[in-house]
């Protein structure tokens, strides 16, 4: 069974600083890896995702890392804002399974300060 | 620009009591899903519907019903509510089930009593 794992649990860097977030996986026979971003209250936004096949996905400031034969994944945030301030969280799909069968994370709440 | 609306936002029940969550998206998504999350425990997949007419448990099924109305809209019952269920539930979409980014409704969060 996969298990998704995200550590720390809660980040406070100040703006500007360049930053990295960190996902361990137990199977390395993973379909595909998203990460997401939720808001206080809000539902989660998608903001990259990784096929099994590639290696990164960038989207502005973001880039997402995916190394399967480690079981890890990686969210690196350039030049922080402190509207990046939320909870990352991310999710594994299952070899087997479907975008269904995503497992995720329990998130790394991430506060951006002046 | 409507994406996946999910109603009630807000719902407390009292133990026993049953009601229904209800989801549409207006993406022309084939795939929907009910996720719940709870402290601690990341979200969690109820019940998922890979295209029209299909509906198929996910990892905590137990305690709920679906039903994929029609390709918009996919709701989640509860038919005899219990504190356990007091979550926070989702309501997510993707083109087809595989390979493809989750677009997620705003959430419901239910309180049983």
């Known amino acids: 069974k996969q298990e998704v794992t995200q550590i720390p649990a809660a980040l406070s860097v100040p703006e500007g600083e360049n930053l990295v977030l960190n996902c361990s996986f137990t199977d390395s026979a993973i379909y595909n890896l998203q990460w997401f971003r939720q808001d206080p209250g809000k539902g989660l936004t998608s903001l990259l995702l990784?096929?099994?096949?590639?290696r990164e996905q960038t989207s502005g400031r973001l880039n997402a890392s995916l190394d399967k034969s480690s079981g890890r994944s990686t969210l690196y945030i350039a030049a922080s804002q402190p509207g990046d301030s939320a909870t990352y969280l991310c999710a594994g799909g299952g070899n087997t399974g479907t975008a269904s069968k995503l497992t995720f994370g329990t998130g790394t709440r991430l506060q951006v300060t002046l | 620009n409507a994406g996946v609306t999910q109603t009630p936002k807000f719902q407390v029940l009292k133990t026993g009591q049953s009601m229904t969550l209800q989801c549409a998206q207006d993406m022309n998504h084939n795939s929907m899903y009910w996720y719940r999350q709870d402290p601690g425990m990341g979200l969690r997949l109820i019940y998922y519907?890979?295209?029209?007419?299909?509906?198929d448990k996910g990892e905590v099924p137990n305690g709920y019903n679906v039903s994929r109305l029609n390709k918009r809209e996919f709701s989640l019952r509860l038919e005899s509510a219990a504190p356990s269920q007091t979550s926070v539930y989702f309501c997510a979409s993707s083109p087809q089930v595989r390979r493809e980014k989750l677009f997620f409704g705003s959430g419901t969060q239910l309180s049983v009593l």
């Open positions: 519907s890979a295209s029209e007419g299909t509906t």
């Open positions: 990784i096929q099994s096949s590639q």
